[in-house]
């Protein structure tokens, strides 16, 4: 009967209750700061057609890193890249019956069908958070500010993250002003995003390759090199409101150099990184996305959002030693079985204590004998074993030990909720 | 640019913040419930490895009810359709290093590819409870007064729903008293598996083609006629426990028809059902698989444990009019913005707010008159609004508006919070 263990699918993850434990913590900070700014959960299905990705995803996910599954009939069902297309698709099915603004998170599982390495998995989670109807300066700062205050319930410092901020817009207004044509945005926009990854002769280089005069390159050069974001007036909304959010603006930072791959971002795009530069990725990111409905055919309704994944948050918790020690203890008592026939005792108590709102474990069977049950309750450090016999059934008592000083004291049962505690 | 509107795929649901709602409500009983009884939650991938189900899971589910995926080797991965192999399998990698009892449970999604219909769908949750190490039937009896209790904080009552148990062991040592061979056990089980379904006479006539003479067919019928576990030890010790837990023992019955399909389960096997029947199947079920771990290739670890679906749940809450009402409104106040040069103190006061625990939004552009801003708070039936005008700024105070009453009331900032509690 016996054969081998068959191993869990490459690059997921077991969450035992230890990893559980520290998922859950990390979720319920996502949860608290989202619903604190009067956002509320949703979730799509985990399976979407193809269809919907097509055109917004990146072709480089869709052709390689994609987890396929189909219908008999042979259409296309992917296992979800990431979560915003399901938002969108929600949104525009029943877009004019929703109120505005739409404040919406969701926090659920993705894939991406790529080689497992540190950092990454086939299987992760994503934070994503939206505000989906106004199309202003400060609705962006709030995005900006959720992000911020989501790092300090971390307790992540601003010396430790950064979010780095641009406007597309406004690099389309700077190139415009200098005398580049306006279908060079596109094209500039991915050199400017391999910018921190090339030499300044590369840039250049790359520059003159889409065309570019001297005197535009030099003019390129010096607005990347002053970040000055004063000429936009939309960057300069944005940074007067998170002036305002006590603590945050500190995280958050001017970068030109941000554009974000996805060709769905339309205004403000952000990254946040790791300011030891360990990580070698951005953390996260995120933008405005004023016409994703409308390209998977319903109303246009502006919009600003991100995703988070878990693991790169994860993984900075480490190296800055801010994961929390989640090892306390499941239930703060053992309720012991002496006999067969003490084991009602055992049961009445165990569920008054509950009923009290105690978290206590029953021990599983009323054949062992004392001594298994007091190991136990040791290694799995539970803090007092309650001890019922018939000399405490007679005299309607319990007695209560104390693991760590096995100090024991005798009590009524109504007493035991307020002793221990 | 626009085009159709891609559709979710069949058989799959969006939760809007509405249904998300319930859907948080009731993960949220099944997590407290778990947890007042010392388990812990796990979770593991959403895909396995083929391998894992082979043999297990029934053939019908993976010949016909599978979402398959595969490695670029073609080894197929299988989005899952229950957890347990997945519990086992995780239980199996560590079995030595785990602390004896295990108690565990996931809330989780689960596929299965079939035509959808009603109460069914291709992607649903379970919530999945185990404990693994006891062989004891206070082991069992636990488990039951889980799912009891579960029902009390559901609002469903005993004249509402019951869980119907049996001992297969039982049933084999009753067909071994009556001189039928052993190796019938199997065959006939699932023959009691249909007894329900089909007429005295068809029951009849399945036992006499498995070549039972009709002494044995009328001992058989005596003994499912009679509905008495006194000669199982097993049943008498699991149900004298269940005696013990207040309330719980009126929600379970013996019921000497309750097979269940799956090949892992070895003694007790346990349905819970809508006693109107209008479900017209069980609501979820489970049972002990002492060799469970052992079939995968791991340690023999017994244990028992169930699943339960959300969908029938929510059904059966639905047909006794349980669903609870949780339009609560998302935040208790709406900070307004009058204009460019008071947003700065807006944000001020809603982050002051948010500090002191009050969940707010904040209105989402400075350029709104304040009349579509108060519309909106009518509409998301929020009860206060806070106006902050240069008046306000100039004496350091907020106007609070109750929504319901119309009534505005001048306090500094230090008030609001105590205000409107």
Do not use: H
């Amino acid at each position: 009967m016996s054969k081998d263990l068959t191993p869990a699918v490459k690059g997921t993850r077991d969450f035992y209750p230890e990893e559980m434990a520290f998922r859950k913590w990390l979720f319920g900070i996502m949860r608290d700061v989202s619903e604190s700014f009067g956002y509320q959960e949703f979730d799509g299905p985990e399976i979407e057609y193809l269809d919907l990705y097509a055109g917004k995803t990146s072709e480089e996910i869709l052709s390689e890193q994609a987890f396929m599954t189909q219908e008999r009939d042979g259409t296309k069902i992917m296992l979800r890249p990431e979560i915003t297309p399901t938002f969108a698709r929600m949104v525009a099915q029943k877009s004019r019956g929703l109120l505005k603004p739409v404040r919406w998170y969701a926090i659920g599982r993705c894939w991406r069908y790529e080689k497992p390495q540190r950092g990454r998995a086939r299987e992760f989670f994503q934070w994503e958070l939206n505000i989906l109807g106004p199309e202003s300066a400060e609705a962006d700062a709030e995005i900006l500010a959720i992000l911020a205050t989501f790092f300090q319930k971390l307790g992540l410092t601003p010396e430790e993250v950064v979010v780095r901020v641009n406007d597309r817009s406004y690099f389309e207004q700077v190139i415009t002003e200098n005398g580049i044509s306006a279908d060079k945005y596109m094209p500039l926009l991915r050199i400017v995003d391999r910018k921190e990854k090339i030499s300044t002769e590369e840039f250049n280089a790359d520059l003159r390759a889409e065309g570019l005069s001297e005197e535009q390159v030099v003019a390129l050069n010096r607005y990347f090199d002053e970040k000055d974001y004063s000429q936009s007036s939309w960057l300069s909304r944005v940074f007067t409101a998170l002036e305002s959010y006590p603590g945050v603006s500190g995280y958050i930072v001017y970068d030109p150099t941000i554009a974000r791959g996805l060709d769905y971002y339309t205004r403000t795009v952000f990254e946040a990184w790791d300011k030891t530069g360990n990580l070698r990725r951005a953390l996260f990111g995120g933008g405005r996305f004023d016409n994703l409905t409308a390209a998977i055919g319903g109303e246009r309704v502006p919009g600003v959002g991100y995703a988070v994944g878990d693991m790169g948050i994860t993984e900075v918790l480490e190296q800055f030693g801010k994961k929390p020690d989640l090892s306390a203890p499941v239930v703060t008592l053992l309720v012991s079985v002496l006999s067969q026939e003490t084991l009602s005792r055992s049961i009445e108590v165990v569920s008054y204590l509950r009923s009290a709102g105690v978290r206590c474990e029953l021990w599983s069977d009323a054949v062992s004998d004392l001594g298994k049950q007091l190991k136990y309750a040791n290694n799995k450090k539970i803090p007092y074993l309650a001890i019922i016999g018939e000399d405490e059934i007679s005299s309607n008592t319990v007695v209560i030990k104390d693991m760590l000083s096995g100090e024991q004291s005798s009590m009524e049962l109504e007493a035991v909720a307020g002793f221990i505690s």
